[in-house]
């Protein structure tokens, strides 16, 4: 189950809980797990891409995303580091907007923690999905052939993405619903969330 149901539970957040139940009812879709993530690119233009849900950090609401390090959202985000995602669910007609500051977590951090929960989420992940990080990202680059052992941490090219959200916009097209969701305090340990109904 992706994002873990008893985690999710023992949170307070109640747009995870809807979130949570979206990702259950439209599990047997590979695709439920891909989202949107938009960001401020060069020259302040939008930059978006599709990428892939790797969870929730363990005891708080925080989106985790594999990126390339080499690759140009990681420049963008040490930049400007807002973005946004949009994830829809076709089986349910579910709409998540969720909106927040995103923290780049690379080998260069020198937070502990952080290089912690970047080797975690490495060793998480499956063997054909550190072979990506090996080699050159460009198009049309052949890919290096080694293999890479399994003991072995994160490579220079693997970097961490978490979204810390600020806002959820919740859209249900088969009950006509439209919640909004806005954390009344900043910080990584406020849960305290205000929701309202909007009109479609």
């Known amino acids: 189950m992706a ?7 023992a949170l307070s957040s109640p747009w995870r809980t809807l979130l949570q139940r979206a990702l259950d009812a439209n599990a047997h879709l590979k695709h439920s797990t891909f989202f949107q993530l938009a960001t401020v690119g060069e020259g302040g233009r939008p930059a978006n891409r599709t990428v892939v849900f790797r969870g929730f950090q363990e005891h708080c609401d925080k989106i985790q995303i594999h990126t390339d390090a080499r690759s140009n959202k990681v420049g963008e985000l040490k930049e400007w580091p807002l973005g946004e ?12 907007r969720i909106s927040g500051i995103i923290d780049v977590i690379d080998g260069s951090s020198s937070d502990p923690a952080k290089l912690q929960q970047r080797e975690k989420t490495w060793f998480a992940s499956s063997m054909k999905t550190r072979s990506q990080y090996l080699g050159e990202p460009w ?18 090219a693997y970097c961490l993405l978490t979204l810390d959200p600020e806002k959820v916009d919740y859209v249900n097209l088969k009950s006509n619903q439209k919640l909004m969701f806005r954390r009344t305090q900043e910080g990584d340990d406020s849960s305290d969330w205000m929701a309202e109904k909007a009109s479609l």
């Open 3 to 9: 994002g873990g149901g008893a985690a999710a539970s």
């Open 85 to 96: 995602i949009c994830w829809y669910f076709t089986d349910s007609w579910e709409q998540f």
């Open 139 to 156: 198009p049309g680059v052949p890919v290096v052939d080694d293999d890479l052992d399994p003991s072995t941490g994160p490579v220079d």
